[in-house]
């Protein structure tokens, strides 16, 4: 049997577009990384009989399903009785549950409305996957030959409870499937030129391919039934990629940098930047970046201050023109490092290819010399 892994969203405010479902992402990416089956994924408002619907459904063509939102206090949260309804049973409540809502409460100066109640409430047999984050306990209950995870639906409980548990349980079954994968992150490249010249080098080889878009790079999937059989072939691709790397990892170049950038031994970093006008700041800025980056000019020799200019064929929205030109200067003390760069012209898409690129030059330098002489 092919074990598929069907994932099910609940709640009018995903139904209707008011956010973005991001849990299904995030939780389809970490199936995928752990060589799971990702199978259906679907949405239902909060409304009984389309729950029930959906998950029998999905449990008809799926080995398990893994199901988010609905499990808060208020009469629209009705996730877990529509569970019930497939299930054929009563809920239980459940009081240790109960007592660490309580808990969980009262350590936040509040107490704990009776409407809390409900989030006690799960199918006997259930096993409680507990909510370090929230209230809204989640649970995995088994349904003939079928698994059902239910997880809240906020992403900062429900992925860590994913992460948790769920991933680890799953892998118990023995579920993951043989196929391997390797992923590149190619810079300065079109989807269809890559094509052009990669699919007919892989035509006879036992393997699948596939792309995504997410500019400014072009993602490219190799798949195959064992690693070495991978290996052989990323050995064909990888010295034609590397003309196409902006960094060498497949993470982006700005998020490496913030990473650098959050790490106890960077250098300060002043950013003044005329070119992305705030979208390089915008992406590096966290808690955990801010000890060592400001967007403002600082009087300190230890200060690498990077001023970052050009773009104006964007700006000035020039027509007929395919490159536009990035200007880059960096100063720490007596250093100076002035460099100038032709990048591709995309219409509204040249600000994350300037980020992108700026990110990268940023990085070589912290990474390279994270102690520039003054």
Not at 177 to 202: C, F, Q
Request: hydrophobic residues 40%; glycine residues 6%; proline residues 5%.
């Amino acid at each position: 049997m092919s074990h598929l892994i069907g994932l099910l969203a609940t709640g009018d405010e995903v139904q209707y577009g008011d956010i973005l479902n991001t849990n299904a992402q995030r939780i389809a990416h970490m199936l995928n990384d752990a060589q799971f089956q990702v199978g259906e994924h679907m949405v239902a408002g909060d409304e009984r009989t389309t729950i029930v619907r959906a998950l029998e459904y999905l449990l008809k063509h799926h080995q398990a399903v893994i199901i988010t939102g609905g499990l808060g206090p208020t009469a629209d949260d009705i996730t877990r009785f529509a569970l019930a309804q497939v299930l054929g049973c009563e809920l239980t409540f459940f009081d240790t549950v109960w007592d660490n809502i309580k808990i969980r409460l009262h350590n936040l100066g509040l107490s704990a409305p009776d409407n809390n109640r409900q989030q006690a409430l799960f199918p006997q047999d259930a096993i409680i996957i507990p909510n370090n984050a929230g209230t809204a306990a989640g649970c995995k209950v088994i349904f003939g030959d079928r698994i059902i995870y239910m997880l809240p639906g906020p992403p900062s409980e429900c992925l860590p409870m994913m992460q948790q548990f769920v991933l680890p349980d799953l892998t118990t079954q023995g579920w993951q499937g043989k196929e391997v994968s390797r992923y590149w992150r190619l810079y300065g490249a079109s989807e269809s030129h890559i094509a052009d010249w990669l699919e007919p080098l892989l035509a006879d080889k036992p393997c699948r391919i596939g792309y995504r878009l997410d500019f400014p790079y072009i993602e490219f999937k190799l798949f195959a039934a064992d690693s070495s059989i991978l290996d052989t072939i990323a050995a064909l691709l990888e010295p034609k990629f590397s003309q196409y790397y902006l960094v060498d990892s497949y993470m982006p170049a700005s998020a490496m940098l913030k990473q650098r950038l959050a790490e106890a031994d960077c250098p300060k970093v002043t950013l003044l930047d005329n070119a992305t006008r705030g979208m390089l700041a915008q992406t590096l800025s966290s808690p955990e970046t801010a000890a060592h980056i400001d967007c403002i000019d600082q009087d300190d020799d230890n200060v690498v201050v990077i001023t970052l200019s050009g773009l104006d064929g964007y700006w000035q929205q020039q027509q007929g023109i395919t490159t536009t030109e990035l200007h880059f200067h960096l100063s720490k003390g007596t250093t100076q490092i002035k460099e100038d760069y032709t990048l591709p012209y995309r219409y509204h898409r040249t600000l994350n290819y300037a980020t992108e690129f700026a990110a990268a030059k940023i990085l070589s330098y912290l990474a390279a010399k994270p102690n520039l002489e003054k």
